[in-house]
């Protein structure tokens, strides 16, 4: 049972608009989102975080919004670049969990120039 | 920024043989490590994770003596995949965190058994 799920495997963006990625969660014990960007052949790096007693978070041109009631977060890019090009991954754990992280299955998205 | 290495970044070995991953915190001390496996288009799967100086606790269905984790120091944490078979190939990557910090990631290691 998928406790964390990205719904959209791919999303295509052009350079200077929003890119919208869309995560969901079943664990109502999770506390705490993180969202990881990944390019081929390297490890995750981490992009942007919120806990559960925030509803938003903002980093430059990345915010996450978390709606606790619908278990669902997101990540929005403004505007987008085609740098951004990469596999996110949202991950969530819980504050019992020592740090453990359930990850989604990716989201690749692709800012075309 | 913390910096996690892993070594090696690409191991191909034949079947039969051991291929051991190191993952080393190289500015912050880790005390917990996690290993994961990404299996093509598909996400993060923990395996197991590692505490400095303990056993490592195993996720559900890792075999433990296949897949042996050593973390014998705050900075130094080892995946030794024992009589590796082809279907052990895939992308391993370690993780590492302090109580403070969200999980750094080593680059991974492509392993491919033939």
């Known amino acids: 049972d998928q406790q964390v799920k990205q719904n959209s495997p791919s999303l295509s963006v052009q350079e200077g608009r929003i890119s919208i990625l869309n995560c969901d969660y079943t664990?109502?014990?999770?506390?705490?989102f993180l969202w990881y960007k990944k390019y081929p052949a390297e490890g995750p790096t981490f992009l942007i975080s919120i806990s559960s007693i925030k509803d938003k978070n903002e980093d430059g041109r990345f915010t996450v919004f978390l709606n606790k009631s619908a278990k669902h977060l997101s990540l929005h890019i403004v505007p987008s670049q085609p740098g951004d090009s990469a596999v996110y991954f949202c991950?969530?754990?819980?504050?019992?969990?020592?740090?453990?992280?359930?990850f989604g299955s990716g989201t690749q998205l692709t800012v075309l120039p | 920024g913390a910096v996690v290495s892993q070594h090696p970044s690409r191991v191909i070995c034949k079947s039969g043989t051991s291929v051991k991953i190191e993952c080393r915190s190289l500015d912050f001390q880790a005390t917990t490590m996690f290993w994961y496996r990404q299996f093509p288009k598909q996400s993060l799967m923990l395996m197991a994770t590692?505490?400095?100086?303990?056993?490592?606790?195993?996720e559900q269905g890792v075999e433990k003596d296949k897949f042996l984790i050593n973390h014998a120091s705050l900075t130094l944490s080892t995946l030794t995949v024992t009589s590796a078979h082809p279907e052990d190939s895939s992308f391993y990557i370690c993780?590492?965190?302090?109580?403070?910090?969200?999980?750094?990631f080593g680059n991974g290691t492509r392993l491919t058994v033939t």
């Open positions: 664990n109502s014990m999770f506390d705490y």
């Open positions: 991950a969530a754990s819980s504050s019992g969990s020592a740090r453990q992280l359930t």
């Open positions: 993780s590492a965190s302090t109580q403070a910090s969200p999980l750094h």
């Open positions: 590692s505490n400095e100086g303990s056993k490592a606790t195993y």
